[in-house]
């Protein structure tokens, strides 16, 4: 639905706010295609590796091991990740990743994603202290767990935000190899802007092509040798 709102009203600012399990198992299909087309909206996946609110069920992000009610005995297969999916589909044009309790890069993040021209893919970390507390307190834990990826052409959040990472990393966004090597690093959990590419094909710019055109003259346009006739009562 998204995609055809921009498609047709390019001048609307749409957001997809979606999480983990409706973007990476129902929504697949939809995530997939809206990246190939690139089409100039923000998706920001809301991640916590839990359906939480259908009250604790393995998510297609859920970690090897998880216990929940549709696997009393831990989940057996490895996770989905959104980042490396991503990267992998061609026209990929924005990618990066945030977390929920650091609000100045969050906030950074998507105003960075919002301004980018093209699909922007946001993945933001999310807490569920409800079913996943033990989760919860990993990611919060330690700061030593995250890095924050620096280019001049990246994500900058404010001074007060640069200074409670205690890594950081220079990369470049425009090297979708590096960004892809970073997605799939154990080091740290990166954060900030993997990949960027403004001048990625956007459908959207294909589709404005007949915007205004009243349905006689789309008609008349793709059938041009077409005699229309008129009939009075």
Known sequence: MASGVKFRRPDLHVFVVTGDGDCCSIGAGHWIHAIRYNLDITVLLFDNQ?????????????RMGTISNTHPYGSVLPPIDPIQTTL????????????????GHLYATIKAAHAHKGFSFVKISMRCPKFMPDLAEEKTSSRDHYCLLQD???ITPDEATQ?????????????????RALAQSDDFIYLGLFYRDPGALR??????????????KNWLRSTPNSTVLQCNS
Do not use: C
């Open 152 to 154: 001049p052409n990246g």
């Open 203 to 216: 459908y959207d710019l294909y589709g404005a092509h007949n915007l205004g055109y009243t349905p006689e």
């Open 88 to 103: 992998g589909v061609s026209n990929a044009s924005f990618v990066a990743q945030t977390v929920d309790w650091i609000p």
């Open 163 to 179: 200074r409670i990472f205690r890594n950081a990393k220079l990369h470049d966004p425009t090297n979708i190899n590096a960004a």
């Open 50 to 62: 839990i359906y939480g609110m259908t009250k604790k069920q393995t998510s297609p992000t859920s």
